[in-house]
């Protein structure tokens, strides 16, 4: 695994922000899940007014407006809640709507999630841009120790051939340039997607029976092993499956890029070093996240 690429941000700001907005409060929109979550991590929930469609993390935005995807916002309804700041994906495909805002008067940032070096330097930005840098620096740090606590612990594992699926139809797999391709090298896994083209790339079942993963970690599946009947049972020619370590993980927070990596990370190494904490080299205890990781239900209130 390449080390870990130099974090982006991608400001885009109006001067004095809209004509109409108030001055006195902070009125933030997100446009993505992993902002939303990383503003209530770092203590700016109470300021946050508009989220985007999928949103449901921390169970406080379940009751804010929505604003469509992050790769389609909804500029008229971001307009109507008057935001003094909008916080968004670095993506080529909705920067026609971010500069319509730009435009409009409203300061926006867009940051960038692809690694683990740009989802710590997006919270510490956020952090910095909301007024809440130390609680920021705080999330950061957690994250930190908890990856140099799996370094330490893990050292001596060996690494086991692993294949990260996030669909099924068609078979499509965590690849090189992502930052769960990094915790997975994390959490001592090698990826056999890895030397295939794109940070997603398409997969074929007669392609995972030359690569011999010796664990799948299927999405599709959740956390209901009863799929293995329906679909991986007929391939025992795989190790993974032979030797029953086919699993499924949570889609949340797993897929999600933001404080929470750091419980994604010790997913990943449960899933695919069982035997580790069987032994103790990681406990139940270790692998809980901690209170700097998410923020706490009171943090949540708005």
Known sequence: M?????????????????????S?????????????ETLFAVGAGKDVVGVSEFDDYPPAVRKLPRVGTFLTPNVEAIAALRPTLVIGLANSANQREVHALSEMGYPTLMV?????????HSITVIGERT??????????????ARINKVRKLMSRVIDRRVLMLVGHEPMVAVGHGTFLGQLLALAHGTNIA???????????????????????LDGQMGTDTSTLGDFWSRFQIIPAVREHRVHG????????????????????VRLIHPEAFASGVVTAEKARSTPAEIATASDFAR
């Not at 006195?24 to 939303?36: D, E, F, G, M, Y």
């Not at 993980?249 to 990943?268: E, H, K, N, S, V």
Request: glycine content about 8%; cysteine-free; overall charge positive.
């Open 24 to 36: 006195s409060r902070a009125r933030i929109v997100s446009l993505a899940p992993s902002v939303t």
């Open 194 to 216: 890895d030397g295939l083209p794109g940070s997603w790339p398409r997969v074929s079942i007669e392609y995972v029976i030359a690569k011999k993963p010796q664990v799948i």
């Open 131 to 144: 007024g809440h840098p130390r609680r920021a620096n705080k999330v950061v740090a957690a994250i930190q």
């Open 249 to 268: 993980y949570p889609t949340d927070p797993t897929l999600t890029p933001g404080p929470r990596i750091g419980q994604t990370l010790m997913t990943l």
């Open 2 to 22: 390449a080390a870990l690429g130099a974090a982006a941000i991608s400001p885009v700001a109006g001067a004095h922000g809209a004509e109409n907005a108030s």
């Open 112 to 120: 960038k999630e692809n690694s683990i070096a740009e989802i710590e």
